[in-house]
T-cell receptor, first 114, second 109 residues
Framework: IAGITQAPTSQILAAGRRMTLRCTQD?????MYWYRQDLGLGLRLIHY???????GKGEVPDGYSVSRANTDDFPLTLASAVPSQTSVYFC?????????????FGEGSRLTVL | GQNIDQPTEMTATEGAIVQINCTYQ??????LFWYQQHAGEAPTFLSY????GLEEKGRFSSFLSRSKGYSYLLLKELQMKDSASYLC??????????FGAGTTVTVRA
């Protein structure tokens, strides 16, 4: 089934540990995004990539890094996790960073940092 | 930056109509989206408006007034499965999509 796959689905992590959330899409979309969703705050953009080889900072980038080595993969890394990074993380993609393109979302990764 | 406001919660009866309002203030405008999100699931696309007016898609309609910075999502003939959060999102001048906090709609029998 075409779409976006995120892994892991859920993870409990000790503070200070390094963690990478994986995201893969098979729709050949150019643009990819990482959002976090927290109760009462909605979805907030962490990092984005308009095309393979380029990345940019969103609204809440501190403590996170991304890479876009190819079209399909867009991993999100927490170098040293902190409890405030406890959240549900959604990866999304769209055909283009401009125009009508709607966002397609993965199923989310629930991360708990203790 | 973007400022997007929508009500936190709404309750309605099965078969009724509910209107979810969204107001926004953005740096530039390149379209407004509505997404539906059931509890524990990913958001899914419902509608897109870039020009003023009403877009109808089955039981769901979305309206946009760019001069007023205002949109609404209209849900008609409510069904129990429509109980979900509805997210208003605006694509600003930088083409990034910013989301409101969402409106949780509860449909009662």
């Amino acid at each position: 089934i075409a779409g976006i796959t995120q892994a892991p689905t859920s993870q409990i992590l000790a503070a200070g540990r390094r963690m990478t959330l994986r995201c893969t899409q098979d729709m050949r979309h150019n643009a990819m995004y990482w959002y976090r969703q927290d109760l009462g705050l909605g979805l907030r953009l962490i990092h984005y990539s308009n095309t393979a080889g380029t990345t940019g900072k969103g609204e809440v980038p501190d403590g996170y890094s991304v890479s876009r080595a190819n079209t399909d993969d867009f991993p999100l890394t927490l170098a040293s996790a902190v409890p405030s990074q406890t959240s549900v993380y959604f990866c999304a993609s769209s055909p283009s960073s401009e125009g009508h393109g709607e966002l397609f979302f993965g199923e989310g990764s629930r991360l708990t940092v203790l | 930056g973007q400022n997007i406001d929508q009500p936190t919660e709404m309750t309605a009866t099965e078969g009724a109509i509910v209107q979810i309002n969204c107001t926004y203030q953005t740096s530039g405008f390149n379209g407004l989206f509505w997404y539906q999100q059931h509890a524990g699931e990913a958001p899914t696309f419902l509608s897109y408006n870039v020009l003023d007016g009403l877009e109808e898609k089955g039981r769901f309609s979305s309206f946009l007034s760019r001069s007023k910075g205002y949109s609404y999502l209209l849900l008609k003939e409510l069904q129990m499965k429509d109980s979900a959060s509805y997210l208003c999102a605006v694509r600003g001048g930088d083409y990034k999509l910013s989301f409101g906090a969402g409106t949780t709609v509860t449909v009662r029998a």
